[in-house]
């Protein structure tokens, strides 16, 4: 990781389940093979995808078991989660950072973990380690620790070793890691981890100085080295050749592929040897064009098919600690981060060789110890890059006596980051997944002292008092920890990041004093999916208000926590919440969102009441952590492409007819989703309210939509075989009859008029599917669409897959004559909506009488979490099926839920990095006035070893002839008393800024313009601002309100000019 300062067995049918919950069993009879613990089919974990309905039934606790490590899933995938849930862990050291190490394995579901630590709690613990209170003072740490971990996830074996760890010990682990243990036993327990080829990590913080070493053998194989998807893309030609040349479909990410790539063929037509073939390498021509090797001999190319990279697997080997300890290979991006790297490196050599000597660490902030540690640490032996070449660099005495005057204290944020990285390494361990670290990473926040160096804290200031919070006054001082108890701070944002934040406010004492406090906002409610990541919540609060919950926990680890749980969102609507009043006491905001569009109205209001703002956001094993304060940085901006990711929509006409990729048909399956069981409802259920007939007035969308839920059926369903038998008639409309009938309109052969195929570029052309009850997808399809067509009418559904096979053979085919009429005249150039005529209307009208008799059809809303409700099921199957329509590759069933739920993967590592990050600069805001080089924006991947701190940038300077401003400017003028009116305010203005205002506007709603006539002009300019205001919005301003907040343009202004917003003081 690049960082710095500036920076089982398998049964089938009949078998049981035997849960670690005492001796409760459960039998479950299937036609699917099932991995034991899993919860789901091996069809299922082989295709990389979630258990699908079959696998998931109802209130079954494998179901919960898989809904809470379906979120993993997303980012490792299910080959790496069945190694993780089989693996064993060993880990020693249970203070802060061991406790943030347990926590992310847990989470993420390793399958048995071991605590080792011989110690007893004492007061600096409470400082980081969450699962320990005053209650467990002199207790066991590994033992107070179990209980709490153990209910973090029901299905990991939480185990407590109360011997030595003997070299037999060792033999039963996969992975061993110990967390702050004295050098020594980390050389004996280094060397017999190596000697065995057990995979083995060492971690450990000083105060703001972090340090990790992993050792996973001499021969050590990444099955998979990235994160990335394999690139894939869509083939426009393949030349007969050798070597052949293929070309890309245009738009495709040519420059992704590399000379020497290894890849692979899917979908062909005519060259049909290339598909599923041996992995072929390629090179890279000029043009972008792929040579493939010899093609010479093969059949002739005519359409479709995609190219897929291959992954290469990739042999890492590493030192044993002995001898890694005097060659450090340490991770860092240049030469300067070497340096700095291999400093820390002898600072915490001299820190552990001054405990051998003294029996103690060095005392907080003494500076006759730290120039004992500088002395010890000239007196090490030099550093080599080999066994022979000795390394010729400098020792940074500066930062050694920096690193030992710091290093008596544990902090809440560096071991919560430095256990995320750790437990992630552990994780590449077990599942040969992403690229281990190699070897060394040091990563220090010594940048969160003053630079002042007569503010830095005495040793008086940071002596021990018996607290929770004794770890950090070690860093910090007691007068830094009073100033963080007074803070009030505001959380928005409950989830993920926000728990993993609320711990980090809760152990560093955040507004944990009288007159201090925090307010957590969410309007969410706690669901079964984020118990993987959301370690505040437990099974037993699903369905509880997030922010409600968390406040409660958050007291628990700290009962001197004030915490005040608002469930309202934080959004235009709640303004007289969260107001003038609310904004007023609070001095900070921390973002845990997962919208940019949320973000940018937090962002909003922190502008607007100059409040400083710490932000983070994760995406897999990628995260970042920003601050922006007030004055000193920039203010928050969404990434350009933010507002296009989060509403992406394809061409009617591309999602119908024209699918070019997953995503399109997905789009489509979704959409189908919404008409059939939602939007078909609801119209069914107004007509029946309302006692009307169907029109042309209502749209042949409507129109359409409602022939295919009536289907191949007279009347309303009455029970399962109905159901069924829609399915299946609406199967051979989508997937056989339809396509048929759209190669009707435009065949194989059509060619423009210039003479170009019509099927060719991104136009797949398609071909109709034959019904088989022996394909698995084709009968997902119709169980799911059947279950929700039964759903949707009131009537009992079923699940059985083998009378579902045999009531299909009984059935007879649907007749085409039923079949809805979907395509205009020119579907080359019209939206694909049906013309319906007077038989039609009132064919369609006399099947809506028989509907109407009955209950209301119930609407389905979709739910992505809910793995047995079928609603991602039917999207999953359906987008699949058109992918064998059109020879796209399809998405698996965890990539569909990923792309239709909108779902952002979060795994707990991840989440708990970005949280550490952010209480690092948390710490720099409160400790008083900082310039903008002592703060850090922070990006890091977990996967690539990849972490990155950078200095904002300054806010952005305006001027308009002699006036400069940046966006945490604004232009203040007192209401008064009397109440000025708007000329007045004009005037103001212009005498005392020089700002002749043309436009003055409120929101959107008009004031004044320099442009209105006389007249008007004359009827505003006399009115009292507010009672202008009032009279153009038709609002009354609430009483409370502090602040209007007017908006101006000015003569002379340039196009690009923003002026500073006008604030009006009530």
Known sequence: MQAGSGASSEHSLTFTFVFSRGARKRAVTSSHSYFLGLGACLHCLQQGAGPCSHCLLRKDPVSEFCSLLFSPRYVLGSPAMQKIRGARVLLS????????????????GVGSLTLHDPHSTCWSDLAAQFLLSEQDLKRSRAEASQELLAQLNRDVKVIVHKGDITEDLLMDFQVVVLTAAKLEEQLKVGTLCHKHGICFLAADTRGLVGQLFCDFGENFTVQDPTEAEPL???????????????????????????????????????????????????????????????????????????ITEVKRPKTVRHKSLHTALLQPHVVAQN??????????????????????????????????????????????EPLKWTEEEQLEQPLDEALVRTVALSSAGV????????????????????????????????????????EDGELLPSPEDCSPRGSRYDGQIAVFGAGFQEKLSRQHYLLVGAGAIGCELLKGFALVGLGAGKSGGLTVADMDHIELSNLSRQFLFRSQDIGKPK???????????NPDLQVIPLTYPLDPTTERIYGDNFFSHVDGVAAALDSFQARRYVAARCTHYL?????????????????FVPHVTEAYKAPDSAAASEDTSYPVCTMRYFPSTAEHTLQWARNEFEGLFRLSAETINHHQQAHTSLTDMDGAQTL?????????????????????????????????????????????????????????????????????????THLLYILAAANLYAQMHGLPDSRDRTALRELLKLLPQPDPQQMVPIFPSNPELASASAEFGPEQLKELNKALEVWSVGPPLKPLMFEKDDD???????????????????????????????????????????????????????????GGPRPRSAFRHSYLRLAENYLIRYMPSAPAIQTFHHLKWTCWDRLKVPAGQPERTLESLLAHLQEQHGLRVRMLLYHAALLYSARWSTEKQAQCLPLRVTELVQRVTGQVPVPELRVLVLQLSCEDEEEDTAFPPLHYEL
């Open 335 to 380: 030469s300067q981060e070497v340096h700095r790297a291999h400093c820390l490196h002898q600072a915490i050599r001299a820190l552990h060789k001054f405990e051998h000597l003294h029996d103690r660490p060095p005392q907080p902030w003494d500076p006759v110890d730290a120039e004992r540690v500088v002395g010890l640490a000239q007196d090490l």
């Open 611 to 627: 409040k400083p703002l710490l932000e983070a956001g994760t995406s897999g094993t990628r995260g970042s952590a920003k601050v």
């Open 868 to 926: 047995s409700n079928f609603h991602v099921d039917f999207v999953a199957a359906a987008a699949r099926l058109r992918c064998q329509n059109y020879g796209i590759p399809p998405a698996n069933r965890a990539q569909s839920k990923l792309i239709v739920g909108q779902i952002i993967p979060a795994i707990a590592t991840t989440t708990a990095a970005v949280a550490g990050l952010v209480i690092l600069e948390l710490y720099k805001v409160v």
């Open 93 to 108: 050291g249970l203070q802060g950072l061991g406790a943030e190490v347990a926590k992310n394995l847990v989470l993420m």
């Open 704 to 776: 359409t939509l409602l022939k295919s839920v009536f289907g191949v059926l007279r009347e309303r369903p009455q029970n399962w075989q109905d159901c069924v038998a829609w399915a299946l008639g609406h199967w051979e409309l989508c997937f056989h009859y339809g396509i048929k009938q759209l190669l009707r309109h435009l065949p194989r052969n059509k060619v423009l008029e210039d003479g170009t195929p019509f099927w060719s570029g991104p136009k797949r052309c398609p071909q109709p599917l034959e019904f088989d009850t022996n394909q698995d």
């Open 411 to 450: 902090l809440s944020p560096m071991v919560a980051l430095l256990g995320a990285v750790a437990a992630q390494e552990v994780l590449k361990a077990i599942s040969r997944k992403f690229m281990p670290l190699d070897q060394w990473l040091y990563f220090d926040a010594l940048d969160c002292l003053p």
């Open 232 to 306: 894939t893309a869509a083939i426009q030609h393949i030349s007969q050749g050798s070597p052949g040349v293929l070309t890309l479909r245009k738009g495709a990410n040519t420059h992704y592929f590399c000379d020497g790539d290894l890849v692979t063929f899917s979908g062909i037509e005519g060259m049909v040897e290339l598909n599923d073939c041996a992995p072929r390498s390629i090179h890279v021509r000029k043009d972008g064009s792929l040579e493939i090797g010899d093609t010479a001999t093969f059949s002739r190319y005519l359409r479709g098919g995609a």
């Open 547 to 557: 922010a409600e919950v968390a406040a409660a926990a958050a007291q628990g680890l």
